[in-house]
């Protein structure tokens, strides 16, 4: 009887990390670039009173035996890469990626990271940077005085300056693709760090050749979060934590049984 008990806690405790990962979810809805986490599941070890294949007879075998779970434990959260919908914005610096790959980030302590948001800005010297003020990489310095600011599907950023009828090139940006997606460690501001998992990076030009997607201008991309789903999630995680409550009470009642059947 006390094995319920601990079978069903093990499930109420994976349900309360489930609704952690979908209040997650949710909560970034609204995040530019955001990509939507999921839980995965594994059952735990089994007692064995029979095992399947031990001999019955001398002449017959156990086709199934007699195992008994001892619940459940979270093993990932597993992020969906799935391309979330574009947002026109019309600024100039604003850019998403339709297709795969991420925008490289020069953190303050010198490591790469890795984005999908792509709202960006000007700092005072001119430099590309991010919301944070970290500059992309390689890094792009548009002029004081340029006008006309353009960003092809290539990553090439070209600007007019005053007294010129052509425009000039001032940088070109480069995505990073991943064999892995999913094994990038999430470090929060949007910012993603490569693992063994995940592989190193493949650094190209957009477009090329390598499966990397290209970049469209005046554009952001929104979290891939569907509202409706992680609702679903919602209600089938707490009638999940629900059943396995009553499982301890259930178990809890047949205690007390065996309780007054000794007295």
Do not use: C, W
């Not at 994976?14 to 990509?35: M, R, V």
């Not at 009173?49 to 019955?56: F, R, Y």
């Not at 425009?167 to 693709?177: K, T």
Request: aromatic share 4%.
């Amino acid at each position: 009887m006390l094995r319920a008990l601990y079978t069903a806690a093990s499930g109420m405790t994976a349900q309360q990390l489930n609704l952690d990962t979908i209040a997650n979810n949710l909560a970034n809805s609204s995040t530019n670039g955001f990509q939507q986490r999921r839980i995965g599941f594994s059952d735990l070890l089994y007692q064995n009173t029979v095992m399947p294949g031990s001999a019955a007879t001398q002449q017959t075998t156990n086709a199934a035996g007699l195992q008994v779970g001892l619940g459940v434990r979270p093993t990932s959260t597993e992020t969906i890469q799935t391309q979330g919908d574009f947002n026109q914005t019309g600024n100039p610096l604003d850019l998403a990626i339709s297709g795969g790959g991420f925008f490289q980030v020069l953190l303050p302590n010198g490591q790469t990271g890795y984005t999908r948001a792509g709202s960006f800005h000007l700092d005072a010297q001119g430099n590309v940077v991010t919301g944070d003020g970290n500059p992309i990489q390689p890094a792009i310095t548009v002029p004081p005085d340029a006008t006309n600011l353009t960003v092809g599907t290539d990553g090439t950023v070209s600007v007019v300056q005053p007294g010129q009828t052509a425009a000039s090139q001032v940088g070109s940006m480069q995505l990073a693709l991943f064999i892995n997606p999913g094994g990038l460690n999430s470090v929060g501001n949007n910012i993603y760090l490569p693992t063994t998992a995940s592989g190193d990076p493949i650094v190209g030009t957009p477009g090329g050749a390598d499966g990397l997607g290209i970049l469209q201008q005046g554009m952001l991309e929104q979290s891939n979060v569907s509202v409706v789903d992680q609702f679903v999630q919602m209600i089938v995680a707490q009638r999940t934590y629900e059943s396995n409550s009553r499982v301890v009470k259930a178990a809890d009642e047949m205690l007390q049984q065996l309780n007054q059947l000794a007295q």
